[in-house]
Nanobody, 115 residues
Framework: QVQLVESGGGLVQAGGSLRLSCVVS????????MAWYRQAPEKQRELVAG???????NYADSVKGRFTISRDNAKNTVYLQMDSLKSEDTAVYYC?????????WGKGTLVTVSS
């Protein structure tokens, strides 16, 4: 069993920064891709950033140059550093990991950016 717990969300003014963390507990062996998704009100969930086990990362065009994803395999943790936040970044952010071709999700953490 794999459990994911996100933290770090909150209320921030436009232009500010937040750092999200996601700790993976349980059977973490075999995790490949770790990623962050987000879902804004009345919108579909979308990929924000992903990072492979070799450190290769990819980003949604809307966050390139502002967000940085990283992972600490020793701590089974993935991070999302979010800078220059915009009101359109307001959403619930979900952590996702792929382990043995199966996806696992956290419950999400709310990020609210005030303009």
């Amino acid at each position: 069993q794999v459990q994911l717990v996100e933290s770090g969300g909150g209320l921030v003014q436009a232009g500010g920064s937040l750092r999200l963390s996601c700790v993976v507990s349980g059977s973490a062996f075999g995790i490949k891709t770790m990623a962050w998704y987000r879902q804004a009100p009345e919108k579909q969930r979308e990929l924000v950033a992903g990072i492979a086990s070799d450190g290769t990362s990819n980003y949604a065009d809307s966050v390139k140059g502002r967000f940085t994803i990283s992972r600490d395999n020793a701590k089974n943790t993935v991070y999302l550093q979010m800078d220059s936040l915009k009101s359109e970044d307001t959403a619930v952010y979900y952590c996702n990991v792929e382990r043995w071709s199966r996806d696992y999700w956290g419950k999400g953490t709310l990020v609210t950016v005030s303009s």
